[in-house]
């Protein structure tokens, strides 16, 4: 193949799911940690004064329920300067539960785009621009399912791992094997 028409490949294979990337990101945004948590997270830290013995917090049903929520204890200091038990951050909880939820909205967003452009390399009559049609498509496939990849179900990964696998072979039957058999019966005649 002609190295113009290899750099196209190239070209289209990088910038198209750069192109599909970036126009998402600016039309869905992903959430960020600091709509969702406090970046100032621990108090000041004071050491406990001489002959004073602190009670055991960890022991406190209020703690434990914290710890059991996967939450993140704040503490604060009373007059003797142990520490105490205030509250419960369940901020981090809360926001990896967004971003599940993002990264499965940006899998159903990008997997049906990225198929249409792997079709559309399939099917386009001028072979390079499909060829980097279909590599595009399949990064930008790519990407979108590691995205989710574990956020999924076992079965779910199994699932779309084989469906991913299917494509591929698809696209090695009808463009890659096709095209040998063609050019098989050229040479013959």
């Known amino acids: 193949m002609e190295p113009k028409k290899l750099a196209m490949i190239f070209a289209i294979t990088v910038l198209l799911p750069l192109c599909i990337g ?4 600016a039309l869905y945004s992903e959430p960020k940690y600091e709509d969702y948590c406090n970046q100032s997270f621990y108090p000041e830290y004071k050491p406990a004064i001489p002959n004073v013995t602190c009670p055991d917090f960890s022991m406190t ?4 329920d914290c710890i059991n929520k996967h939450g993140n204890p704040i503490f604060r200091y009373d007059e003797n300067n142990c520490q105490i038990f205030y509250g419960c951050d369940i901020c981090p909880v809360t926001y990896e539960k967004v971003m599940s939820e993002y990264n499965r909205n940006l899998f159903f967003i990008l997997a049906p785009i990225a198929l249409i452009f792997i079709i559309l390399g399939i099917f386009l009559a001028i072979e390079y621009l499909g060829a980097g049609f279909m590599f595009g498509g399949l990064i930008l496939l790519f990407y979108a399912t590691l995205r989710y990849f574990s956020d999924m179900s076992k079965l779910l990964r199994a699932i ?3 469906v991913e696998l299917l494509i591929i072979i698809y696209i090695g039957y009808k463009k890659i094997d096709k ?3 063609n050019s098989k019966r050229k040479k013959r005649k």
Do not use: M, P, T
């Open 22 to 25: 970036l126009f998402v990101d």
């Open 160 to 162: 779309v791992i084989l």
């Open 61 to 64: 049903a209020e703690y434990q």
């Open 179 to 181: 095209k040998s058999k």
